[in-house]
Nanobody, 115 residues
Framework: QVQLVESGGGLVQAGGSLRLSCIVS????????MGWYRQVPGKQRELVAV???????SFDDSVKGRFTISRDSAKNRVYLQMNSLQPEDTAVYYC?????????WGQGTQVTVSS
């Protein structure tokens, strides 16, 4: 059974930076797109950034110019570099990947940005 393990969340002040990491393990036959989502209480989970197997990236308008997504395909890892963090970025961030043609999720990591 595949697993996605995230790390890098925490508490930072506005203007600070964090880098989230996600490592995929288990019975992996293929991994296609990988990405990051976030969710706050009372709202649905929303896409933050995605990267395809070919390296194409997409970002939500709210994070363009501040966040960067990258992947290390050889090690089944995906990263989210978050710069110039703002209080509105506070959320639980989830790693996501299409693995063996099925969507898989990490457990989520809390990011809290204080003003």
């Amino acid at each position: 059974q595949v697993q996605l393990v995230e790390s890098g969340g925490g508490l930072v002040q506005a203007g600070g930076s964090l880098r989230l990491s996600c490592i995929v393990s288990g019975g992996i036959f293929s991994i296609n797109r990988m990405g990051w989502y976030r969710q706050v209480p009372g709202k649905q989970r929303e896409l933050v950034a995605v990267i395809t197997g070919g390296g194409s990236t997409s970002f939500d308008d709210s994070v363009k110019g501040r966040f960067t997504i990258s992947r290390d395909s050889a090690k089944n890892r995906v990263y989210l570099q978050m710069n110039s963090l703002q209080p509105e970025d506070t959320a639980v961030y989830y790693c996501h990947a299409l693995i063996n043609l099925q969507p898989s999720w990490g457990q989520g990591t809390q990011v809290t940005v204080s003003s």
